[in-house]
């Protein structure tokens, strides 16, 4: 089954979601934003799905992040393009059901951020994780207000304001990533750990990720949806955005 830019498959008691635009290095272009909302929305309301997948298409990434060729630098444009991305991204911790992201290459942006929205994350060997955003005159929208829990505050500030990729150990090191595990594994050790949670009382699965989750997605991405949209309009903002287009570098002021 597709939505839009995304693939479903319903194997055992698990939904696979793959982000299907690997020439475009699954950046969160309109349709897999769509695609990937549909898809979780039709594995929360299906009975028989007790676990999520997420996953990317092709060998080289799992999502780089948003697609910003249809860019436009007007207010409306903006506050609509933060609030639909935002949801989407946090989409992982509000269905009720357990979600992996199997990660299989780079996860970039928001790529990023549906893996650390994710309750588990697996990751192959050759995974890269990063929030490039500073490169652009921007910061991760959904990130910003989650990194600081799950890395501590000097960590969040360094990965933030440089933009550098870290590799999927390293990941691991800082708490991000459960297991890291050969590339042709990654799937496998996904339904793995989807067959384990499968095999749980589903009541008692749900409960405890809801009470874990319990204080997210409330007054901090309100906070996020309603401040980003100024730093998108900054002249820096403009200017990395342009370069990156370009293919040059930019020049900050």
């Known amino acids: 089954m597709r939505f839009d830019s995304v693939e479903y498959e319903v194997i055992d008691n698990t939904a696979l979601v793959t982000l299907d635009e690997p020439e475009k290095l699954n950046a969160l272009s309109p349709g ?7 898809a979780l929305q039709q594995a929360e309301d299906d009975p028989n799905v007790r676990v999520i997948v997420i996953t990317g298409a092709g060998d080289k990434s799992f999502c780089a992040g948003a697609d910003i060729s249809g860019f436009e630098f007007n207010t409306t444009f903006v506050k609509s393009f933060i609030d639909k991305v935002l949801d989407v991204l946090a989409m992982p911790e509000q269905v009720t059901k357990p979600v992996i992201a199997a990660v299989n290459g780079y996860a970039f942006g928001g790529g990023f951020e549906i893996s650390i929205a994710s309750d588990f994350i697996i990751a ?29 505050r000097q960590m ?6 440089l933009g550098e990729p870290i590799s999927a150990q390293e990941a691991k090191e800082l708490g991000l990533v459960l297991k890291v595990v050969p590339h042709d594994q990654l799937l496998k050790q996904a339904f793995d750990l989807a ?9 008692a699965i749900r409960y405890a990720k809801s009470v874990y989750n319990r204080e997210l997605g409330g007054a901090d991405i309100t906070y996020a949806k309603d401040v980003m949209p100024f730093l998108f309009l900054d002249d820096d903002a403009q200017e990395g955005v342009n370069a990156f287009r370009e293919k040059r570098p930019p020049r900050f002021k």
């Open 156 to 161: 969040a500030k360094y990965l933030s304001m």
């Open 32 to 38: 897999i934003r769509s695609g990937f909302i549909t």
């Open 195 to 203: 067959d384990k949670l499968s095999s749980k009382p589903q009541m």
């Open 124 to 152: 192959s060997e050759k995974a890269k994780f990063g929030v490039p955003e500073i490169k652009l005159g921007l910061l991760p929208g959904f990130a910003i207000v989650r990194l600081a829990e799950l890395v501590g």
